[in-house]
Structure formats: C-alpha cells, structure tokens
Nanobody
Framework: QLQLVESGGGLVQPGGSLRLSCAASGFTWDYYAIGWFRQAPGKEREGVSC????????WYADSVKGRFTISRDNAKTTVYVQMNSLEPEDTAVYYC????????????????????WGQGTQVTVSS
C-alpha cells in the first residue's frame, strides 16, 4: 500500500514562499497521479494542483494559478509544490494524495478520485 508523507509547512508572511514535499513509499509509484489538496477550518477540502504520471501534465486551481508550481521527481518518489506569493487565504492544512492508475497524460483536482492520502501539513500565512 502506498504511503504518503507531507512536509514543508509552516508559518510564512503574506507574499512569502514555501515548498511542500510529498514523499511516497512503495513500488507502485509510476501508477499514480499525485494531487495536492487543502482544507481550511470550516471549509470543504478543495483541489490545489495535480500532476499526471507523465510528470508534465498539470492542473491548478484558479485561485493558485501563476503562484504555485507542482513538479514530480520519480527518482525520489516525491512530488513538490512550490508556493509563491502566498496569501492569507492560502492558510489551510495541505494534503497530498495519490490516484491509482489514472491516465498517463491527465490528472484531476477532484478529491474523491484519490484513494491514498497523507496526514497533512499546516500552512499558515499571516502577518
């Protein structure tokens, strides 16, 4: 079973940057698209970004497009999301998740399409 561990969260001022990591263990890594999701208190979980198995096809939520960049390092079985120009509205627990055997060229920001989830890492954007 695939194991996912997020890291890199913390407290940052508005306009600052963080890079989150999602490290995976297991030897089915190449069968999975990886997505990032977030959930703020009192709000539903929402998709942030995802990257397909090909390591090139990506999706971003409109709210983060142009500020966040997702990448995939297959050698390290790790997916990163570089978050720049952070805003208070970005404050949330961020989760990475894996979708089993999706298209090689496509990924989805819909959370119910992801079967495996990490425990989350807190990102707080505040002055």
């Amino acid at each position: 079973q695939l194991q996912l561990v997020e890291s890199g969260g913390g407290l940052v001022q508005p306009g600052g940057s963080l890079r989150l990591s999602c490290a995976a263990s297991g030897f089915t890594w190449d069968y999975y698209a990886i997505g990032w999701f977030r959930q703020a208190p009192g709000k539903e979980r929402e998709g942030v970004s995802c990257i397909a198995r090909n390591g090139l096809s990506t999706w971003y939520a409109d709210s983060v497009k142009g500020r966040f960049t997702i990448s995939r390092d297959n050698a390290k079985t790790t997916v990163y999301v570089q978050m720049n120009s952070l805003e208070p509205e970005d404050t949330a627990v961020y989760y990475c998740a894996a979708a089993s055997r999706p298209s090689y060229y496509y990924c989805s920001g819909v959370d119910n399409e992801y079967a495996y989830w990490g425990q989350g890492t807190q990102v707080t954007v505040s002055s």
